[in-house]
């Protein structure tokens, strides 16, 4: 069992096991990179999805570092981003230190990403300290089950020396998300269960099917020692243990020794054998599309979910996102309306998924607009 972390004030979690001892720091690690196309034309590379307010009246990552707040304080966290993003998430973020916003050169995956995060803590805190990964853009409905699933997952982590990772319950079978099936029970009592398989992003009805075997969301909600993390790094990611090994203090020649990028999950989780999984179910969405929209923001009488200055009348099911410009819905269903700037898209809620390949489509002048 664990004692419960003070609001807003603690960066260690005291553990219960047999008798109370304490573990290592307890850290936050924010991934923060990337862009959001399916966001566009909101979402630009100086605007990214996790600095727009989809999910609430703030911004994504505004959420999570508020959500995350409870569990670490403001010196415990850390938030990986691309160089062009370190500005504004800092004016986003005055409480984090500057020296918490890693800027990483060059995409090269999550498990590059997060081996530098844990080699930093380990040398900050030392090899027991226990390190929360999560990611910037979603949307939590539950906050305090999403930190209590979290501070379980540190304390199995502390005391049995696993890699676990929350597997959220699934609502839907979504054949967008990865899933995990749970295997056998380990042996503390704690209810967390071997990683039998994971599944990327699985065809609609091999989804359906694993919903139904009681699959887990792959939510990317990673809970470690950093000790741990970094000897299984060591043992089974060549792609990026001996860039570490190499650059353990330079970030640029780190990453560009990278020698493929590769995701966490990939190069790590699934080669090894000491990774657990517990169930989570606290309203969780990666707010992936427009019409993801749908799920987690309040929507009127006739189901529409609209941001700006919008009216609808005899309207229902759509999606609308007004910047500057009033948006008018008359007699029209599961459309999907965004403006910004002079410049307008109207899809439907089913194609909104596909703005990848509207993008590839599109001139330059109108697809990299700022």
Known sequence: MSTPIP???????????????????VWSVILAGGVGSRFWPVSTASRPKQLLPLASEQPLLRDALDRMAP????????????ASLVKPIGALAPEIPTANLIAEPKP?????????????????????????????????????????????????????????????????????????????????????RRVAEFVEKPTADRAASMVSEGCLWNSGIFVWRVADFLDELRKHCHEVAPALANHPNDLAGFFAAVSKPIAVDVGVLERSDRVVVIAGDFGWDDVGTWSALKRVRAADSGGNVASGPVHTVNATGNVVHAEGNEVVLYGVSDLVVVTRDGLTLVTTTQHAADLKGLLAALPPRLRDRE
Not at 7 to 25: D, F, K, M, P, Y
């Open 71 to 82: 569990l670490c304080d403001s010196s415990h966290t850390l938030i990986l981003t691309s």
């Open 7 to 25: 609001a807003r004030t603690s960066s260690r979690i005291l553990v219960t096991n047999e008798a109370t001892r304490e573990a290592g720091a």
């Open 108 to 192: 090269a995956g999550t498990a590059a990403a997060l081996s530098w995060a844990a080699a930093i803590i380990e040398s900050t805190s030392g090899p027991d300290a226990i390190m929360m990964s999560i990611h910037a853009d979603w949307a939590v409905a539950d906050a305090d089950g999403f930190r209590a699933a979290l501070t379980r997952a540190a304390v199995i982590a502390a005391t049995t020396h696993s890699l676990v990772t929350v597997g959220v319950v699934p609502t839907r079978p979504d054949p967008g998300y990865g899933y995990i099936r749970p295997g056998a029970p380990i042996a503390d009592s704690s209810g967390a």
